[in-house]
């Protein structure tokens, strides 16, 4: 398998004040209290709605392999857009793939995406839309809220849109290589599947294709710094609490596999802090 394509180590990070007057995305416009861009809802309260928004519209995202829908739901007060996606394919045995490269036993499927969710949750790092399972139609699949108002990370380095705070967003991204290299995100595609609002605040969407059983780490090389605070709450993730929440969209040994990788974060981080010193750890 390819390693992550995230494809971020070349931006600017040591651009200086001149690059971040370059233009930036701007919130759109709204005559309403609801956020104008981001999320427009979190936690409880957006799980909520994803569970019993009428669904009033449908339509092609138009990018993806897995076909994912955007849906406009209303719950009679707010009408609010989420991604759909009803993809559940296992491929047992060796699957050769277009681009190179090959996968034992694959598997591209919707629940993953609520797993991604559900660890987001417990670990408490804010990368990844609310998520829920719903059934619509007569056909279960996973339902996210849409972010509104953002750019891709492929967008935003071909337009050459520098961030005004590079220390905030070097904490960002490097939690987003994190979560990419705990999940084993296998996507190739992953440098569209991070989303960057006009605030520059960053999330995470499409794990399909993640939670392989593997127990080493996609791209060691993309781990080369680390938020402590997020080093924390990695080493404290409980299997029971994991079990729990992730139980339902995950197997015993994806859940293996997760640990397992979760111990080698944070051992190649404990490794390079000794080897290279402070200057690894995010401020």
């Not at 519209?57 to 609010?80: A, E, H, V």
């Not at 990419?180 to 960057?196: A, E, F, G, S």
């Not at 999330?203 to 090389?221: G, P, V």
């Amino acid at each position: 398998m390819k390693s992550v394509a995230f494809a971020l180590s070349s931006i600017a990070f040591c651009a200086g004040p001149a690059a971040a007057q370059q233009a930036q995305p701007q919130p759109a416009a709204s005559s309403s209290a609801a956020v104008a861009y981001g999320l427009p809802l979190r936690g409880h309260e957006a799980e909520e709605f994803l569970r019993v928004g009428q669904v009033i519209k449908k339509k092609s995202i138009g990018t993806g392999i897995t076909n994912p829908q955007q849906l406009t739901l209303t719950d009679g007060t707010r009408t609010l857009k989420a991604a759909w996606k009803t993809i559940d394919k296992t491929k047992f045995g060796v699957t050769q793939f277009d681009r190179g490269g090959f996968e034992v036993n694959f598997r591209d499927t919707y629940k993953f995406e609520i797993a991604a969710y559900e660890l987001d949750k417990l670990l408490g790092y804010e990368l990844v839309p609310p998520t829920i399972e719903r059934q619509i139609d007569g056909e279960k699949g996973s339902i996210q809220l849409w972010v509104e108002g953002v750019m891709t990370e492929w967008d935003r380095k071909a337009k050459k849109v520098s961030p005004p705070d590079f220390e905030a967003w070097n904490r960002q991204i490097y939690l987003v290589r994190l979560f990419h290299q705990l999940t084993y995100d296998t996507d190739y595609n992953n440098i569209r599947n991070v989303l960057v609002d006009p605030s520059f605040k960053v999330y995470a969407i499409d794990f399909s294709r993640a939670f392989r059983t593997h127990d080493k780490l996609l791209s060691e090389k993309d781990l080369a710094r680390f938020s402590r605070s997020a080093l924390e709450r990695l080493r404290s993730l409980d299997r029971a609490a994991v079990v729990e929440h992730l139980g339902p969209w995950l197997t015993t040994l994806e859940i293996d596999g997760l640990f397992k990788r979760r111990d080698r974060i944070l051992a190649l981080a404990e490794r390079r802090g000794s080897q290279e010193g402070e200057r690894i750890f995010l401020p």
